[in-house]
């Protein structure tokens, strides 16, 4: 049975359907790109799973059912959100923004340790712990982001375009750490991209969304390496 596994999800804001039927995967230990144009889907993909929308149809995350689940719930299970436009605590430090993103914890030994792993990954925030948050750069909020994510200890990180408004330099940097991450830390990751390139080159698979529906899926290498894809569905 997949990790995650997702099967005809269904997503409403009021009387607005946004997402049709979507259904993929995601294997332990890997990661999966959702790709797509504005207003595809896939920002209310992540939001579904996390139970922030209402929904219809059936995920499972590690053999568990998680409808009918609280956002609070579902985050306790180890699914951390890393949402577009970051969400950082602009007036609180970095330091107080990671301590916050270890709130369901308790154990102190375990959270420092965690914390100067953090600043391994990403030294800069190493070198800026005591600085309001709100003063990073928008690269180095984003590498907060993913931070404070990882506080939480998560075994699905769920990372909204990540690489959104941030220069090309940046988004290379932060993708080599998130393979990193992946890597030491066996996290798996779904991520939601416009960036497909890039997405393509970290992910293992990817599922293509257009208008709330999945269109294509498979490995991101064969979604990578035929031209007539790229050229139609992913504009590179």
Request: glycine share 12%; with cysteine.
């Given at each position: 049975?997949?990790?995650?596994?997702v099967r005809g999800l269904?997503?409403?804001y009021?009387?607005t359907?946004?997402l049709?039927?979507?259904d993929?995967?995601l294997?332990?230990?890997s990661?999966?790109?959702?790709l797509?144009a504005?207003g595809?889907?896939?920002?209310?993909?992540?939001?579904a799973?996390?139970?922030m929308v209402?929904?219809e149809?059936?995920?499972?995350f590690?053999?568990?059912?998680l409808?009918?689940?609280?956002?609070?719930?579902?985050?306790?299970l180890?699914i951390?959100?890393v949402?577009?436009g970051?969400g950082?605590?602009?007036r609180q430090?970095?330091?107080?923004?990671?301590?916050?993103?270890?709130?369901?914890?308790?154990n102190k030994a375990d959270i420092?340790?965690?914390?100067?792993?953090v600043?391994g990954?990403?030294?800069?925030?190493?070198?800026?712990?005591r600085?309001q948050a709100g003063t990073?750069?928008?690269?180095?909020q984003?590498?907060?982001?993913?931070?404070r994510?990882?506080?939480?200890?998560?075994?699905?990180?769920?990372?909204?375009?990540?690489s959104?408004?941030?220069a090309?330099?940046?988004?290379?940097?932060?993708y080599?750490i998130?393979a990193r991450?992946?890597?030491?830390?066996g996290?798996?990751?779904?991520?939601?991209e416009q960036n497909?390139?890039?997405?393509?080159e970290?992910?293992?698979?990817?599922y293509?969304l257009e208008?709330?529906?999945?269109?294509m899926?498979g490995e991101?290498?064969?979604l990578?390496d035929d031209?007539?894809i790229?050229?139609?569905y992913?504009?590179y």
């Amino acid at each position: 049975m997949a990790f995650l596994e997702v099967r005809g999800l269904e997503a409403y804001y009021r009387q607005t359907q946004a997402l049709f039927g979507v259904d993929f995967e995601l294997d332990e230990g890997s990661i999966t790109a959702v790709l797509g144009a504005n207003g595809a889907g896939k920002t209310t993909t992540l939001r579904a799973i996390c139970r922030m929308v209402r929904t219809e149809g059936e995920v499972t995350f590690d053999g568990q059912e998680l409808t009918g689940m609280s956002t609070e719930r579902v985050v306790g299970l180890g699914i951390a959100h890393v949402p577009e436009g970051r969400g950082t605590f602009v007036r609180q430090s970095v330091e107080e923004n990671l301590q916050l993103g270890a709130y369901t914890r308790k154990n102190k030994a375990d959270i420092a340790a965690d914390m100067e792993s953090v600043y391994g990954y990403f030294p800069r925030l190493g070198e800026r712990r005591r600085q309001q948050a709100g003063t990073l750069s928008g690269g180095e909020q984003q590498m907060l982001a993913i931070g404070r994510a990882l506080m939480l200890r998560p075994k699905l990180m769920l990372l909204d375009e990540p690489s959104f408004g941030l220069a090309p330099l940046i988004v290379q940097e932060i993708y080599e750490i998130m393979a990193r991450i992946r890597e030491r830390e066996g996290t798996s990751m779904l991520l939601v991209e416009q960036n497909a390139s890039i997405a393509l080159e970290l992910a293992d698979h990817a599922y293509l969304l257009e208008t709330g529906r999945v269109v294509m899926g498979g490995e991101s290498s064969l979604l990578r390496d035929d031209e007539d894809i790229r050229r139609s569905y992913l504009g590179y």
